[in-house]
């Protein structure tokens, strides 16, 4: 069963990047989507956004001009940079491999990092 | 691109039927069979439940269901159980991003 282990650090400052990872194991990261998706304490889900093992990318739009994400397909892991953070920012981040069907396309969330709490303080 | 809407709260007793309704638009729920459902419990992780509308992942109990009519899904939960009081949300494919709704709080009396 595939597994997702988020990393990075638990504390940013305003105004500086957010930078996560997500290390996939037991399984191989190749021929996927792969999707951040975050958690404000108390609230919901956010889907910040996807990547294709080739690099392809798509983001939520109220996101898009702050976020990046990147894949390394050496190292089994893919990676989340989001700019500019400000307290607002503040969540738990999961990572998520996005399921697929032939008849539907990428379409649902499985499995799911444990998450990581990211702060946004001084 | 709005959250879909979900009710706040569902309750109901131990062994009863409950349904969570989910309503996006022509833009998402009512363009793509790919709604999903997602069980929270506190603390953890959430865990895929429905995808496509009402296909159930192995491993999950045939007491969750799932259906769409138009704009609207719905997650219906019979026979509930104690261990089924938790957070619920849906989501829908929107083309080339993804829409979460705002979440239910079912809760077992």
């Known amino acids: 069963q595939v597994q997702l282990q988020e990393s990075g650090p638990g504390l940013v400052k305003p105004s500086e990047t957010l930078s996560l990872t997500c290390t996939v194991s037991?399984?191989?990261?190749?021929?996927?989507?792969w999707s951040w998706i975050r958690q404000p304490a108390g609230k919901g889900l956010e889907w910040i956004g996807r990547?294709?093992?080739?690099?392809?990318?798509n983001y939520n739009p109220s996101l898009k001009s702050r976020v990046t994400m990147s894949v390394d397909t050496s190292k089994n892991q893919f990676s989340l940079r989001l700019t500019s953070v400000t307290a607002a920012d503040t969540a738990v981040y999961y990572c998520?491999?996005?399921?697929?069907?032939?008849?539907?396309?990428?379409?649902?969330?499985?499995?799911w990092g444990q998450g990581t709490l990211v702060a946004v303080s001084s | 691109q709005s959250a879909l809407t979900q009710p706040a709260s569902v309750s109901g007793s131990p062994g009863q039927s409950i349904t969570i309704s989910c309503t996006g638009t022509?833009?998402?729920?009512?363009?793509?069979?790919?709604v999903s459902w997602y069980q929270q419990h506190p603390g953890k992780a959430p865990k895929l439940m429905i995808y496509?509308?009402?296909k159930r992942p192995s491993g999950v109990s045939n007491h969750f269901s799932g259906s769409k009519s138009g704009n609207t899904a719905s997650l219906t939960i019979s026979g509930l159980q104690a261990d089924d009081e938790a957070d619920y949300y849906c989501?829908?494919?929107?083309?080339?991003?993804?829409?979460f709704g705002t979440g239910t709080k079912v809760t077992v009396l």
């Open positions: 990547i294709y093992t080739t690099g392809s990318t």
């Open positions: 998520a491999r996005v399921g697929s069907s032939w008849s539907q396309g990428p379409g649902w969330f499985d499995p």
């Open positions: 989501c829908s494919y929107a083309g080339n991003s993804y829409v």
């Open positions: 022509s833009s998402d729920v009512g363009s793509y069979n790919l």
């Open positions: 496509e509308v009402s």
């Open positions: 037991r399984g191989s990261i190749s021929s996927y989507y």
